[in-house]
């Protein structure tokens, strides 16, 4: 049995992750921290968050595909790529 | 005038990594059977898991290979013991003939040694009194105990490995797991490696070591083969040791069969060092031959022949350690690409693709 882990985080970098011992199973929607929406993978190609925690910490598009992974918050902050 | 200021936090650290220094001295001894049993789960481990995957339980694949194991390490004991044995109580009554022979192999090269008078002189009731069987009945017991407690340890650390993943993650901050388990993994294939290697190239040697022994007709091939296998684990001089004593059991035959015998074990020596270790361990240990040297010396000079065997397995998890702390700060960038590149402020980094979450590629329309 293949058991699926991952990372992701909230809107305000806050880091998650499940599958892992002591963590739970499965994603989970809102962020425990602050409780805004979680993200998982690329809402576009579906590509998984990166693994190390620098770079999940300051990603804010995905790096297959380069989608906004907050759209919103992004262009707000004029992150918007060109 | 200076005046010095130490907060109560740093005093109660001192403190405590003072206690936890003469704690670590007290406990030493089980400070190590713990440690090899660490080992011994890491080597262990991936067969633990595949019987697990085979919806066989945990308990019982633990059982199956700790038993597996004993049955393996009893029917080598019945093996070489005896023979062990037999070696012995032949070279005590024979020990004034062999050094005999030593003597006119050698005066036929111009050298001229007294070893048959010295042979006379041992007094073997002396060396296996009372006292020195008691001393050494001790040692062996010691030994023994040691060993059935290490085996123990891991099994009870097999078992209860998903407990112990669930208290180790429960350390590591959201978003990091992927790190630690990237750590564990570079741990386990390691040390596992290490032990998993050994065990191929002490069973070469045993199979070596008695065929030669066989052809050449030296008595208790087996018993040889057996020590070959074991000393081969000592890192720098177990291959000489492993040379050493099956020549001198030739020489009892022949000097011309102790020279056979010494020029196949060393030509197998050649093979292990340059074709056959190179190709078991790969990239597992890839630790520089001086670092060897440093960590068996060490290990030999804190804790005896256990950290002599302990040496490379630690040298390589201090390895993966270093390399670890070193990712962690970015010094693994520094040290193997262009230093302005590495230390540049992330505005002045060029920009590459795909290493990067917050450098987008061109988006596609």
């Given at each position: 049995m293949v058991i699926a882990?991952?990372?992701g985080k909230c809107e305000e970098d806050h880091p998650g992750s499940y599958g892992y011992p002591s963590r739970p199973e499965e994603p989970y929607d809102f962020c425990s921290q602050c409780g805004k929406p979680m993200i998982w993978e690329c809402s576009s190609c579906g590509t998984a968050l990166p693994d190390d925690s620098g770079e999940l910490a300051t990603a804010r598009f995905c790096r297959e595909c380069g989608t906004a992974y907050f759209s919103e918050q992004d262009a707000e902050k004029g992150k918007q790529p060109k | 005038m200076i005046k010095l200021e130490i907060s109560y936090r740093a005093i109660l650290l001192v403190v405590a990594v003072l206690l936890?220094?003469?704690?670590?001295?007290?406990?030493w001894p089980i400070i190590l059977l713990i440690a090899t049993a660490f080992i011994f789960h890491a080597a262990l481990l991936p067969y633990v898991e595949w019987l697990v995957s085979r919806k066989i339980p945990r308990t019982l694949s633990?059982?199956?290979?700790?038993?597996a194991i004993v049955g393996i390490i009893g029917a080598l004991s019945a093996l070489v013991v005896p023979a062990m044995v037999d070696e012995f109580v032949d070279l005590r009554e024979n020990l004034e003939v062999y050094a005999q022979d030593l003597e006119e192999f050698l005066d036929d090269f111009g050298i001229k040694v007294e070893l048959s008078d010295r042979a006379r002189d041992i007094n073997w009731d002396e060396l296996i009194s009372g006292q020195v069987a008691v001393d050494y009945g001790q040692r062996a017991l010691t030994i023994l105990l040691g060993a059935i407690t290490v085996l123990v340890l891991t099994a009870y650390l097999l078992v209860d490995t998903p407990r112990l993943s669930r208290f180790v993650y429960q350390f590591v901050p959201p978003g990091r797991e992927p790190e630690m388990d990237q750590l564990l993994t570079q741990l386990q294939r390691v040390v596992g490696g290490y032990i998993r290697g050994?065990?191929?190239?002490?069973?070469?040697i045993f199979v070596f070591t008695f065929v030669v022994l066989l052809i050449a007709g030296v008595p208790n091939a087996i018993a040889f083969a057996v020590l070959a296998a074991f000393v081969d684990i000592i890192?720098?001089?177990?291959?000489t040791i492993a040379v050493v004593f099956p020549t001198v059991a030739a020489f009892q035959e022949s000097p011309t069969q102790a020279i056979i015998v010494l020029a196949l074990l060393l030509l197998y020596q050649?093979?292990?060092?340059?074709?056959?270790?190179?190709?078991v361990y790969g990239q597992t240990l890839n630790l520089p031959p001086l670092v060897v040297l440093v960590a068996v010396l060490a290990g030999g000079q804190l804790l005896g022949i256990a950290g002599v065997l302990l040496a490379m397995p630690a040298a390589a998890?201090?390895?993966v350690g270093f390399d670890y702390w070193r990712e962690g700060r970015g010094l693994a960038v520094a040290l193997t690409g262009p230093v302005e590149e590495a230390f540049a402020p992330d505005e002045a980094k060029p920009e590459k693709?795909?290493?990067?979450?917050?450098?987008?590629?061109?988006?596609k329309v």
């Open positions: 882990r991952g990372v | 936890g220094i003469w704690a670590m001295t007290r406990l633990v059982v199956v290979i700790i038993v050994q065990l191929v190239t002490s069973a070469c890192p720098l001089i177990g291959a050649q093979f292990e060092d340059r074709f056959l270790t190179p190709r998890i201090a390895r693709e795909g290493t990067s979450g917050h450098r987008p590629r061109r988006r």
